[in-house]
């Protein structure tokens, strides 16, 4: 009885395993966690811990290189989360899911021991994007994207909606390298993107 019962686990492992082994690897790709959150209204809420996750890169468009006020002052610091960086340097594809978060900080000195340049002030900004094929199935390339940012001083907003498409994506998609983010300026994303390097 003893062994008919374990001959029959064994069996069941078995079967399972080989199942298991013929699950498409994009389909396993697909299961990356999702570290935020939308509020019953489908409000995406203030994203946490984003400082800890994989920094792509840090764009920089100084307001006194824009005519004293940039269009998204000044540094842009983006982060991707580990899981689908992980799916994106094994497919070269963002999974489902996928969120960028950019952060913006102020120009702070222009001088340092190093030389002239420009280092990072304060957190002034944040911003985040996020592809999901199912909640922005009417978005272009499935892209959504949302602002936290406030007037310089006052504490960012706790939860954001989705912009139109006319606001943001439209740029992103005619201009972002790959699937509507700017890789091109992501020197982690291009290295880490198979056959690039
Ligand atoms: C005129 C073009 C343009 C518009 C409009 C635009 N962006 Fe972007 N965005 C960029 C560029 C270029 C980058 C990358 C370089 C940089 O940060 O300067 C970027 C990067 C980003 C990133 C980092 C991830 C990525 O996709 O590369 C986020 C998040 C983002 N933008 C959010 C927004 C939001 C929110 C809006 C609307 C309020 C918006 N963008 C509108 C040009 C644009």
Not at 115 to 124: A, H, L, R, V
Not at 132 to 155: L, M, V
Not at 181 to 191: C, D
Request: aromatic share 14%; net charge positive.
């Amino acid at each position: 009885m003893i062994f008919k019962l374990l001959n029959r686990l064994i069996l069941v492992l078995c079967v399972t395993s080989v199942l298991a082994s013929f699950v498409p690897n994009a389909l396993a790709a697909e299961k990356i966690s999702r570290p935020y959150k939308f509020d019953k209204s489908g409000n995406l809420e203030q994203p946490k811990g984003y400082r800890e996750w994989i920094f792509v890169g840090s764009p920089v468009t100084p307001n006194d290189m824009n005519s004293g006020k940039a269009a998204f002052p000044e540094f842009h610091h983006v982060y991707i989360p580990s899981d689908a960086y992980n799916v994106y340097k094994s497919t070269g594809a963002f999974p489902n899911g996928t969120i960028l978060v950019k952060e913006l900080l102020s120009v702070g000195d222009k001088q340092a021991p190093s030389g002239k340049g420009y280092f990072n002030g304060d957190f002034i900004g944040l911003e985040a994007t996020i592809k999901d094929t199912k909640r922005f199935k009417d978005e272009p390339g499935n892209w959504a994207y949302f602002s936290f940012t406030t007037p310089i001083g006052q504490p960012h907003k706790k939860i954001a909606k989705a912009f139109g498409k006319n606001k943001c994506n439209f740029c992103h998609q005619a201009f972002a390298k790959d699937d509507w983010v700017f890789t091109q300026y992501y020197p982690v994303l291009r290295a880490a993107k198979p056959g690039r390097k």
